[in-house]
């Protein structure tokens, strides 16, 4: 078992354009996790999924903003029209609820110019 | 969502102990206390997690004040790697939706 993992490691985008990110969890783990984290400050979270069901999304999570899980598997974020604002790391977690814990990837980190 | 206290940084002396403490005055009776970590360029990574009992596993041991208004994570033998972000999370049993705050800055000296 590698791990979550997530790619790209690192993207750079204008302004204006779309991006997606996907993330690979451990395999069997039916939860998966999205968390965004900027310089300084602890991992906000975005939402989340039990296999392909998205059971809840952060206020954060703008219109812009779109999370799939199709198979239950990996998952996707996309990133409409981005911002200078969207810039932060993005995290993923996935976990084997109902038994604890959360195993996060290493992040795709974005920077909008 | 409960919130927790901690200190902006800390430092310790590698293979010296490190208390670490955390204040949850807002604590409710089903609210599990999570530690998590995040080494430099890394994701956060679990360390420990307590309801009222101290709890000891491979990488640290856990205090839980007898009011649960407070805690400590304890590293036995604190070593260069331990330097990270460690933060104290109000939670389900499962960890379920973490609320990350700005957690504690431990440095390592060697």
């Known amino acids: 078992d590698t791990g979550v993992s997530q790619n790209p490691r690192h993207k750079i985008t204008k302004r204006g354009q779309n991006v997606t990110f996907r993330c690979d969890p451990i395999?069997?783990?039916?939860?998966l996790y999205w968390y965004r984290q900027t310089l300084g400050q602890g991992p906000e979270f975005l939402t989340y999924?039990?296999?392909?069901?998205?059971?809840?999304k952060s206020r954060l999570l703008s219109d812009r903003f779109s999370a799939e899980r199709p198979k239950g598997s990996f998952s996707t974020l996309e990133i409409q029209r981005t911002e200078q604002g969207d810039s932060a790391m993005y995290l993923c977690?996935?976990?084997?609820?109902?038994?604890?814990?959360?195993?996060f990837g290493p992040g795709t980190r974005l920077t909008v110019t | 969502d409960a919130k927790t206290t901690q200190p902006n940084s800390m430092e310790s002396n590698e293979e010296e102990p490190v208390h670490l403490p955390c204040n949850h005055s807002t604590i409710s009776g089903t609210d599990y206390i999570h530690w998590y970590r995040q080494l430099p360029s890394q994701g956060p990574e679990y360390v420990i997690h307590?309801?009222?009992s101290n709890v000891n596993n491979r990488m640290a041991s856990l205090a839980i004040a007898e009011d649960r208004k407070s805690s400590t994570l304890i590293l036995h033998r604190a070593t260069l790697r331990d330097a990270a972000v460690y933060y104290c999370i109000l939670g389900d049993l499962y960890g379920n939706k973490l609320v990350f705050g700005a957690g504690t800055i431990l440095r390592v000296k060697s």
């Open positions: 307590g309801l009222t």
């Open positions: 395999s069997e783990h039916n939860r």
């Open positions: 977690a996935s976990s084997p609820w109902p038994a604890g814990g959360q195993y």
């Open positions: 999924f039990q296999n392909e069901a998205q059971l809840e």
